[in-house]
């Protein structure tokens, strides 16, 4: 395994600095439109200019005074609007969201002498009309303000949300994220696949309700990153931040964490070709740096990523990006149990590169369309080769079984994902009623995994079962499946400022490549048999048709009340198609476990959402909303005994089927207050269930392992949090400190209680094993970020410095993760990471000029 070592770091910022992009596509642009007026007839102005500053877009005002430009990136503009004869106006703080119409109506003052400019500070909506569903947008100004540590922490800011990433009972794969309207998904493993250097980030937003037909395999959540982009003039930053400015011997309650980040933008060839680069360094020695110094060198965590584009504009209406994206990690991965032989546990990486050519054209002012190639690679490595010759020793225990003292764990993977991806879309206004959005995308993957993992069998309760043979997860395959999809979408406004209808479709496609072999379990001796192919069967083409609609009617003047229903899905992970599709013979003393399941189909959610949200004052917002889903064809492995099972094991091995379903329901009460600078924010209210009958897709071999029946009845699931309570404060302090505070609190999580009193039996013989039939403690986090801008000169340059400290969990509560089958916090060994991150404060500055 490559070291993230100075000279690569090096390179890959050159490079990085050498390319990059602007997009103009998915969830990354919006409208800007309105309705401009004599301040004193109130008569409608035709043929006034309205100009974005330092963009090139702009629009004419018609006959009744309305104009609308078409789009615009999201973010925060300065908008002209000038007519002979009228002061001019400059509108600033115009905030562009993404998928969404920015209302700006503007009176001017009638002049027969040019008198200057009237310049007036925009004011966004209390209430965003054309929204049909629970969505959330932060542009970078708040981004700064939070106590947050990358912009995966805003999602768990947000109502039906777990500090896990789970949305409105989803698992946490259940969303998808994308950066600049491209996704940036493990989809072999699951998850977010890269990071980007917060500077980087203009803002974002967050669908954790119901979305549009142009969002595609998540069945619970989209996050869209915006990124910056480069300007007419030449702008710099910097950041830097650690914990540990006091010695380790006068404050342990750190993670010896150091960060540092730079930015820079500007023009490079006039004003048609501009750049921005971004790049950040993040060192850490964790959470448990005391016990890592033994056995390893600081830092123990090292990241590095960064974010450049480059834009070129033809004319205001052409634009050709180019955008490149790095994110490389290296890290030691802490298990309490080895915590005396940490150096037996394997070493990780993970590098991801991203790099895409977008094409915008704006072919009227009611008409463009955007075309889009991009190539994402992304490559996974778990610890040193391990060879077929290579010894697979047993694991040194403790006498009480308890540590692992001696040996390493087996376990050796080298996974590799690339996709190429061409997607386009196209948007035109219709009778000034419509918005009628259809786009095509056609994604060609290449997946390699090489897996070599042996697991020691282990009794529900966390022991070890000596002599028993170990079990074999490893795996390999190389396959090239094809997605693709088409979607259509319109967008209706009834009337101006008014109701909302939003009907969509989505038709999305997979295609395996894969032929799933069909296996027969054949016993060679005892306890060892062969896995032999008789023949093969053609994986089936998939695909799905998911249906949207949302509709959204003013009640009054001061309210408004939506309704959204949708079916979704996603794909399942390669790995859970491919894992174990090609087996191989065992080795002696092991048991193979798992197979894919190439033919598995999309996991679904049916859901609907309703809402009403009335501005209470000038101010001030409430909102109530009401959800249900129903997650069907969950996967999970189904048990398969082959023909000699008393050689195989007593559980034989299992396939991935879909055969699991579960449900959520919940209620969202959110107060927010904007507009005022001595203190705004929201405060939230969230209840919600959330059962099923199965967790991971593991779950049903686990059970089998242990002696289990598979549950046959819904159970309240890990994440059920019943009631959360989430609020964020930003208010002034004395001597112009700002302050931001931050509170999460969720009531008990469940938890299965199933006591044993030797870690091999339960307490009570026969006792029926009911899945997480008991409850843990309350959970409450309160963040604090103070900081302090100051603003100087030296020469001809203004610089703007902040001083800044970030403060997570400030009164130090031990907040429960996880307790054992008896109840007890950390198990037997009273694990510490049984418990949330204890306090941490970071202190550091920003200077950008």
Known sequence: MKDLNYRSLIIVLLLACGASAHASFRGVTGILEGRITDKQTNEPLVGVNVVIVGTGFGAASDAEGYYRVNNVRAGIYEVRFSIIGYKTVLMTKVTIIPDLRTRLNVEMDASAIELGTVEVRAERPLIQRDQAATAFSIGELKLEKLPISSFQDVLTLQPGTTLEGNVRGGKKNEVIFYVDGLPVQDVIGGGLAANIPRSSITGLTMHTGGFEAEYGNALSGVVNVITKSGGEEHKFGARYEKDNWLPDNVNEQQDRATEVEFYASGPLVGKELSYFTANSYLGSDTRWWQDFRYFFLSPISQEVSGFTKTEYSYTPMLRLSLQALYSLRRWHDYEFSWRFNLGGLPERARDSYRLALILSHTLSPSTFYTVSLSRFYHRSEIGERISEGDPLGAYEYDFFLRYIVGGRRYWWADTRQTI?????????????????????????????????????????????????????????????????????????????????????????????????????????????FEQRITGTSKVKFKHQFSPRIAVAVPASPMSFFFVNFGHYFQYPLFDVLYSGVNPSQLRTGTRSVLAGNPDLEPERTIAWEAGFKYSVSENEVVSITHFRKSFKNQIDAKTLIPFDSKSAGDYGFASYVNNA??????????????????????????????????????????????????PAKAYPLSWDQRH??????????????????????????????????????????????????????????????????????????????TLFADGRNILNTDNVRWVDSNGRIGGELDDPGAYYDPRRVRIGFRIEF
Do not use: C
């Open 661 to 710: 379903e579960a449900s959520a329901i919940g209620l969202e009460f959110v107060l927010s207050r904007e507009r005022d600078e001595r203190v705004q924010g929201s405060l939230s209210y969230s209840y919600m269930i959330t059962e099923g009958i199965s967790e991971y897709v593991d779950q049903s071999i686990n059970f089998a392992q242990w002696g289990f029946e598979a």
């Open 420 to 528: 190429h991806s061409l997607k386009a879309d196209f948007t035109t206004h219709i009778a000034n009623m419509h918005i009628v959005k259809v786009g095509a995308e056609f994604n060609q993957y290449g997946i390699n995994s090489e897996v070599v993992k042996y697991e020691p069998q282990t009794t529900y309760f966390g022991k070890p079962i000596m002599g028993a043979p170990l079990l074999n997860y490893s795996n390999s395959y190389d396959y090239a499946p094809r997605s693709g999809n088409i979607f259509l979408q319109d967008k209706i406004e009834i009337i101006r400022d008014g109701s909302n209808i939003s009907f969509g479709v989505r038709w999305d496609f997979l295609d395996p490549t894969a032929e799933r072999p069909i296996v027969e379990y054949i016993p060679v001796r005892p306890n060892e």
């Open 724 to 801: 959360t309570v989430k609020g964020d404060a930003e208010f002034k302090l004395p001597f112009d400190i700002q302050a931001n505070l931050v509170l999460l609190y969720n009531s008990p999580r469940p938890y299965t209680y199933y006591p044993t009193r030797d870690g091999y039996t339960p307490s009570v013989p026969g006792k029926a094993f009911l899945p997480n039939n008991q409850r843990m403690q309350n959970v409450a986090f309160i963040n604090l970020k103070l900081q302090k801008q100051f603003e100087f000169t030296a020469g001809m340059t203004k610089y703007l410095m």
